[in-house]
């Protein structure tokens, strides 16, 4: 594989570099997610399609980012947080505090891999990175929608 796909893909996979922040990188690239989020929220169409290439960019970056680096889901790949983060506020209302919510719940899921987030997880290639985040994400709606519902 050429160099020039090498390094866009690294590019990608880490959110612009987001990936490599020195603490948290995958909060760092969850927040990345929220550019897109505000950015389109008012025009839902445009958000899902954003979001559905978005995801399967990462499929593709998040793949020969693995083989470049030789690690599985290695921490410097962070596109699949920025597009959890855009799942977990999919076409809601967002408030200050649903945004507040929404993040700190995207993070938590992340990080406890409900089921079967962790199993699907050892799926190979960047299937397995997105996948995870995809899982954790749908829950932080569902519970992000049940919050914002009840308050």
Known sequence: MRSGIKKLALIVASCGGAGYAPFAPGTVGAAVGLIPVFLLVRHPVLYGVTMIVLFFVG??????????????????????????????????????????????????????KPFPARSIQTVCGGWGVMLDDVVSAVYSNLVLRLILYVL
């Open 59 to 112: 499929v593709y970056a998040g793949t020969i980012a693995e083989s470049v680096l030789g690690v599985k889901d290695s921490s410097l790949i962070v596109i699949d947080e920025a597009v959890s983060t855009m799942i977990t506020f999919a076409f809601l209302r967002l408030t200050v505090a649903g945004v507040i919510i929404g993040f700190i719940l995207n993070r938590l899921l992340d990080i406890v």
